[in-house]
């Protein structure tokens, strides 16, 4: 399309979108243009009964007997080999459990164990320096009790900070401020010819962008439940660990379900072979149930082209909304983070303006186009607006809707409005 789409050609590109039945497995709210899947995905229809039979049948009448009956006990393994399927594993290599945070401290961990034993000269974790807060700070607690050192780069200085004495690479595959994304393969293939294990956090990837992590070469991996996997607030997380290294160290938090037998009740630990080790204590079912019910839309599109169609739908959208920023909002003083090549992009649109970004994400939603505002450094990491673009339930005629009304809140000036400017706790 060289020039400009219009609502009609939008409406008609959903009416021809393969995938545009996956919408109705959700329950989207009337009036809501919902660009905020990358930071907390819908309800699938489907969670509301299943999680209501979780609780008053398999809680409220069969009680403890469900660990058995309902399969609560190994829901953390059985949740895993679904998420496995969209992240390139394979079935028994990945759990669902815990948060992102807690995950990575575990991979993390298990990287420098192995690290020491294999190169003990090593001192450095390397990352970037606008990686997602929380890995930063779980990397730097760890490198002060381990005596690490942590690195952070500006992604264009990644490579050759590449060194020998980098223990572990701890990247998030898909930026979350930005939305670019990293070549996790070409990466760890760099990584690895210095000796150097890699750590990808998929907070931004898993559900958004094809992986493939048994082919990427990736040592570990650790994901969020509640982003585009739509596993609801709080969703567990989980982990993949590459099979050669599973088996080779405890992770620091061994409780008892990650003990190979954690009904002997033996007073000493064994860990569990495989994945399973990387579990803690007793996970929470109720949260499992929800996000069981995400990966079940989630994988509902593999009869539609799974991931491959997906992506062609993601990158089709957010280069949509790119073409409409460029043409529809010029002069408006925005720029765009994300990058514009395909390749380098994951299922998000930046933008940036020097002032007035929260304001203007504030002024959207009350018009009901919800995205999502973050904060620069006042430096080189400006401002963001996010919009996330989940393909499993956007289609093209929000993507023109959202940008207009984005037009008219800069054409009006109603972004300038006192209202838009307080700050709520959560932006
Ligand atoms: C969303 C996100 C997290 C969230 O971590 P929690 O432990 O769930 O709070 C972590 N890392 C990245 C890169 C994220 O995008």
Redesign the pocket.
Same mark, same amino acid.
């Given at each position: 399309m060289n020039l400009t789409p219009t609502l009609q050609d939008c409406e008609l590109l959903d009416l021809q979108d393969p995938l545009r039945s996956l919408r109705q497995q959700f329950d989207l709210p009337p009036g809501v243009i919902y660009l905020d899947g990358n930071s907390l995905g819908v309800l699938p229809k489907t969670v509301p009964a299943r999680v209501a039979h979780a609780v008053t049948h398999e809680w409220g009448t069969d009680l403890i007997k469900s660990w058995n009956s309902a399969g609560w006990f190994n829901l953390p393994q059985r949740v895993g080999d679904k998420i496995a399927r969209v992240i390139g594993a394979q079935p028994g290599e990945v759990i669902a459990a815990d948060? !992102?945070?807690?995950n990575l401290f575990k991979v993390l961990a298990a990287a420098l164990h192995i690290a020491k034993a294999d190169h003990p000269h090593k001192t450095k974790i390397v990352s970037e320096r606008s990686?997602?807060p !929380?890995?930063l700070y779980i990397a730097e607690a760890l490198c002060k009790e381990r005596g690490y050192s942590l690195q952070l780069v500006e992604a264009e200085d990644l490579v050759a900070a590449l060194q020998a004495d980098v223990a572990v690479l701890m990247l998030?595959h898909v930026n979350?401020r930005t939305g670019a994304m990293h070549n996790m393969q070409a990466i760890t293939a760099i990584a690895h010819a210095q000796g150097i294990l890699t750590v990808w956090?998929l907070?931004?990837s898993a559900g958004a962008v094809p992986v493939d992590l048994k082919g990427s070469g990736a040592d570990f991996a650790v994901g969020?439940g509640y982003?585009y996997l739509n596993g609801g607030p709080g969703a567990p997380?989980f982990v993949w660990v590459r099979p050669q290294h599973t088996d080779r160290f405890w992770q620091p938090l061994a409780g008892w379900w990650g003990h190979a037998a954690p009904f002997a009740f033996t007073p000493d630990y064994q860990p569990a072979q495989g994945i399973t080790r990387y579990q803690c204590g007793t996970q929470p079912i109720l949260s499992l149930t929800a996000l069981d019910c995400g990966l079940d839309a989630f994988l509902a599109a593999e009869v539609l082209g799974g991931m491959a169609a997906l992506r062609q739908k993601s990158l089709a959208l957010t280069g949509l909304f790119m073409q409409l920023v460029r043409t529809r909002l010029h002069g408006h003083g925005f720029g765009i983070a994300t990058p514009a090549e395909e390749a380098l992009r994951g299922s998000q649109v930046s933008l940036t303006r020097t002032e007035g970004a929260y304001a203007i994400v504030q002024a959207l939603i009350a018009r009901g186009v919800i995205g999502d505002f973050r904060a620069g450094d006042g430096g080189q990491h400006p401002d963001i607006l996010r919009f996330g673009f989940t393909p499993l339930y956007v289609g093209y005629a929000d993507v023109w809707q959202a940008a207009e009304h984005l037009c008219q809140v800069m054409q009006s000036g109603e972004w300038q409005d006192a209202r838009f400017a307080q700050k709520n706790a959560v932006t």
């Open positions: 948060s !992102t945070s807690i990686n997602f !929380t890995d998030t979350y956090d907070a931004h969020c982003k997380a």
